[in-house]
């Protein structure tokens, strides 16, 4: 885990998800002074993911559980899906990490007669879509998928339609930017804090208190004072 995580956020509209658009956009965070990502959360769309190789190396990176599962149930025949889809949300159920990891090989071995594709698809993402069990457990429902995600970009969609056609990208950067200033101050408020700063506190722990060794001085015994005593 980082010793120090610097956070900040941003916005940028654009005309498509291409890596360019999304390197440009990662770097400029990071030229801003984003630093110590533990994780990143997004869909499994390539261009992005390509941007997240390209300029944060080395980063942790979660599958969004709902994309996912939404691309399992794609190749589920009719009549077996809620029955694939209550198997894998057992995953999410485990109370440890090592449980969670466990349990995705498990429902893979289950589901492998019938649907070796779903088996397949389970341990080839394993590490994607279990990256969350590597952090604190109050995180786990706000770090695996992009749920918050999509519901913010809901609002800032539905905030949008009023307006409906823009004069130029700056105005419409410009409405988004303030729903989004919006929805942060809201997050910052303690019953509306998007993480806890207890649970925050565990991503970067206090450094050990330094313990100075004390040399105890040997006593100094006054012979002669023992000798007329």
């Known amino acids: 885990m980082p010793t120090a995580v610097v956070r900040c956020w941003g916005a940028r509209s654009g005309t498509g998800e291409t890596q360019d658009f999304w390197s440009e956009f990662l770097r400029s965070l990071r030229d801003r002074g984003l630093g110590g990502t533990p994780l990143v959360i997004s869909d499994h769309h390539r261009g992005l993911m390509n941007a997240i190789d390209a300029t944060m190396a080395g980063v942790a990176w979660q599958r969004c559980r709902v994309h996912f599962m939404r691309n399992v149930l794609a190749r589920v025949p009719k ?3 809620e029955m694939v889809a209550a198997a894998i949300r057992t995953i999410f159920a485990q109370p440890t990490g090592p ?3 466990a349990q995705v090989e498990t429902i893979a071995v289950m589901l492998e007669p ?7 698809m389970l341990r080839d993402s394993m ?5 969350f069990a590597d952090f604190p457990e109050a995180h786990w429902r ?3 998928s992009t749920n918050p995600l999509e519901r913010l970009n809901r609002e800032v969609k539905r905030r949008t339609d009023v307006v409906g056609i823009f004069p130029n990208p700056a105005a419409l950067l410009r409405l ?14 303690a019953e509306r804090r998007y993480l806890s700063e207890e649970s925050m506190a565990q991503l970067t722990p206090p450094a050990p208190t330094a313990i100075t060794a004390t040399t105890n001085k040997p006593e100094v015994i006054d012979t002669a004072t023992i000798r007329t005593a």
Do not use: F
């Open 142 to 144: 706000k770090v695996w």
């Open 99 to 101: 449980l969670v990891r």
């Open 127 to 131: 590490e994607e879509i279990t990256a």
């Open 176 to 189: 988004s930017t303030c729903v989004l200033i919006e929805s942060h101050d809201e997050w910052q408020v």
């Open 79 to 81: 009549g077996q899906d």
């Open 114 to 120: 019938q649907l070796p594709v779903v088996a397949m």
